[in-house]
T-cell receptor
């Protein structure tokens, strides 16, 4: 099915562990995004990639790194997880200027203990 | 001032009533607006796109845009319990071309 695929769906990490969240889209979109969602805080942009080969910081980039591996894939890495990074993470893709906005992945629920 | 402001609610309406959800934004360059619906535990899904002043209707949903007042709203007529969700507003264009900043969302509960 066309869309945005995120893995894993759930993850529990210990403080200080690292992990990579994977995201792939098959919609041929140029732009991809990583957001986190916390209760009462809405969706906050972590990093985005306007096109293949470029990445830029969003509103809350500290503690994260990203890689735009190719046009389809955009990964988010937590090098040393902290409890403050407990959140739901959403990947999205879009074609800027499109009338259809973002297509979101199903999300990753991450708990750091 | 936040870029996008929504009343977080919760907004509770009886089944069959009109639910009115509001959003204000600060970037005067924003040209278009998205409304997303997010069910609990799910990802946001697009329900409405509006890019011109006035109203846009799609079934039971009507989006209203007033660029002079920097205000956009979403009306849901004949509200159903299945409309219970969080509704997110996101201006597009302007200085954030291609990148969406979301309001914190309004939680809507439609009770039978």
């Amino acid at each position: 099915n066309a869309g945005v695929t995120q893995t894993p769906k759930f993850q529990v990490l210990k403080t200080g562990q690292s992990m990579t969240l994977q995201c792939a889209q098959d919609m041929n979109h140029n732009s991809m995004y990583w957001y986190r969602q916390d209760p009462g805080m809405g969706l906050r942009l972590i990093y985005y990639s306007a096109s293949e080969g470029t990445t830029d910081k969003g509103e809350v980039p500290n503690g994260y790194n990203v890689s735009r591996l190719n046009k389809r894939e955009f990964s988010l890495r937590l090098e040393s997880a902290a409890p403050s990074q407990t959140s739901v993470y959403f990947c999205a893709s879009s074609e800027p200027g499109s009338l259809y906005g973002y297509t979101f992945g199903s999300g990753t629920r991450l708990t750091v203990v | 001032q936040k870029e996008v402001e929504q009343n977080s609610g919760p907004l509770s309406v009886p089944e069959g009533a009109i639910a009115s959800l509001n959003c204000t934004y600060s970037d005067r360059g924003s040209q278009s607006f998205f409304w997303y619906r997010q069910y609990s535990g799910k990802s946001p899904e697009l329900i409405m796109f509006i890019y011109s002043n006035g109203d846009k209707e799609d079934g039971r949903f009507t989006a209203q845009l007033n660029k002079a007042s920097q205000y956009v709203s979403l009306l849901i007529r004949d509200s159903q319990p299945s409309d219970s969700a969080t509704y997110l507003c996101a201006p597009a264009g302007g200085t954030s071309y291609g990148k969406l900043t979301f309001g914190q969302g309004t939680i809507l509960t439609v009770h039978p």
